[in-house]
């Protein structure tokens, strides 16, 4: 069936670091890929998405490509920031969008 | 713009104790599930529906009940709390005529069952 495995965290970085969060999924047909982005104490949140293969999603500074040769979605930023700190999680949704799957989530903080 | 609308936010129950935690959406969305969170393992889908009168299972439904009577709502009930169940829970909608649409979430509601 269907899974999405994300990189284990937590990871901690010094401020105007550089991130990857690694994320790898199983999947049949052309499903839409999603970063979801949750603050402390908050529900989950749509940070970027693609939907097909060599699209790349971004918002707030953030990129991931569709990588379908190798069936990844790997979460990028240039520079982090304090304000950046969250918990991080990697989705994979149906063609129907009936069902999203997610990763285990990959909790980030940063130092100033 | 309230969008999905969870209550409440901190419960505490004692084992074998009913209750049901509510979930409202404003969207006119067809898709509604809950989803429980525990550490290390992400969200497992625990009930899904994809309209009024229509429900299914997800990942984990056991301990777990749900109905749709309306578009707007779509509570889960847990009939007999049992420790397992302690977690933050979170309901989910979105719109299944727009293709490759994400789901919009409640801000959780974290169960403790002592």
């Known amino acids: 069936g269907n899974s999405v495995t994300q990189m284990e965290g937590p990871v901690t970085l010094s401020e105007e670091a550089f991130l990857t969060i690694n994320c790898t999924y199983t999947?049949?047909?052309?499903?839409?890929l999603f970063w979801y982005v949750q603050y402390p104490g908050e529900g989950l949140q749509l940070l970027l998405k693609?939907?097909?293969?060599?699209d790349k999603g971004s918002n707030k500074g953030f990129e991931a490509t569709y990588r379908k040769e190798t069936t990844s979605f790997h979460l990028e930023k240039g520079s982090v920031q304090v304000s950046d700190s969250a918990v991080y999680f990697c989705a994979l949704g149906d063609s129907s969008a009936s069902k999203i799957i997610f990763g285990s989530g990959t909790r980030l903080s940063i130092w100033p | 713009n309230a969008g999905v609308t969870q209550t409440p936010k901190f419960q505490v129950l004692k084992t074998g104790q009913s209750m049901t935690l509510q979930c409202a959406q404003d969207?006119?969305?067809?898709?509604m599930s809950w989803y429980r969170q525990d550490p290390g393992m992400g969200l497992r889908l625990i009930h899904y529906?994809?309209?009024?009168?229509?429900?299914d299972q997800g990942e984990v439904p056991n301990g777990y009940n749900v109905s749709r009577s309306t578009t707007e709502d779509f509570p889960l009930r847990l009939l007999s709390a049992a420790p397992s169940q302690t977690s933050v829970y979170f309901c989910?909608?979105?719109?299944?005529?727009?293709?490759?649409?994400?789901?919009?979430f409640g801000q959780g509601t974290r169960l403790t069952v002592v």
């Open positions: 989910a909608s979105s719109n299944l005529r727009v293709k490759n649409t994400e789901a919009f």
């Open positions: 969207m006119n969305h067809e898709y």
């Open positions: 693609a939907t097909k293969a060599d």
């Open positions: 999947a049949t047909g052309y499903p839409s």
């Open positions: 529906s994809v309209g009024a009168g229509i429900t």
